[in-house]
C-alpha cells in the first residue's frame, strides 16, 4: 500500500502565495506521473497540474503562469507554489499518482492523498 500525505494548506489573502507538498511513503517501486487536483464544492475534482517522472509538466490555463509543479524523486515528493491566488483557487487540493510496486512492477496502481483546503479570502 502507498499513502500520500498532504500539507501546506490554508488561509490567505488575494494575492497571496502558498506552497503545497505531498509526500508518497509506502510500498514504492517508482512514482511516475503525479499530479494536483482541486475540487469545488458541488463540482467535481478537476486536474490542476501534473508532473511526469522525467519533470515534464502541464497545467490547466487559468492556473498557467501563477502556480509551478515540481517534484524531487529522492523523496517522493511533489509540490505546488500557488502564487497570486485568487477567491476562485478556493478549493480542496489532492495529490495523486501513479505508482509501480516493488513487488509487481508491471502493474500501476493509482493513489489519492486526502485533500488539504485552500481558502482564499478577497
Known amino acids: 500500500q502507498v499513502q500520500l500525505v498532504e500539507s501546506g494548506g490554508g488561509l490567505v489573502q488575494a494575492g497571496g502565495s502558498l506552497k503545497l507538498s505531498c509526500v508518497a511513503s509506502?510500498?514504492?517501486?517508482?512514482?511516475?506521473?503525479m499530479g494536483w487536483y482541486r475540487q469545488f464544492p458541488g463540482k467535481q475534482r478537476q486536474t490542476v497540474a501534473t508532473?511526469?517522472?522525467?519533470?515534464?509538466?502541464d497545467y490547466i490555463l487559468s492556473v498557467k503562469g501563477r502556480f509551478t509543479v515540481s517534484r524531487d524523486n529522492a523523496k517522493n515528493t511533489i509540490y505546488l507554489q500557488m502564487n497570486n491566488l485568487q477567491p476562485e483557487d478556493t478549493a480542496v487540493y489532492y495529490c495523486?499518482?501513479?505508482?509501480?510496486?516493488?513487488?509487481?512492477?508491471?502493474?500501476?496502481?493509482?493513489?489519492w492523498g486526502l485533500g488539504t483546503q485552500v481558502t482564499v479570502s478577497s
Open positions: 495523486n499518482a501513479d505508482v509501480n510496486s516493488p513487488h509487481t512492477p508491471w502493474r500501476t496502481d493509482n493513489y
Open positions: 509506502g510500498s514504492i517501486g517508482s512514482l511516475n506521473m
Open positions: 508532473i511526469s517522472r522525467a519533470g515534464d509538466t
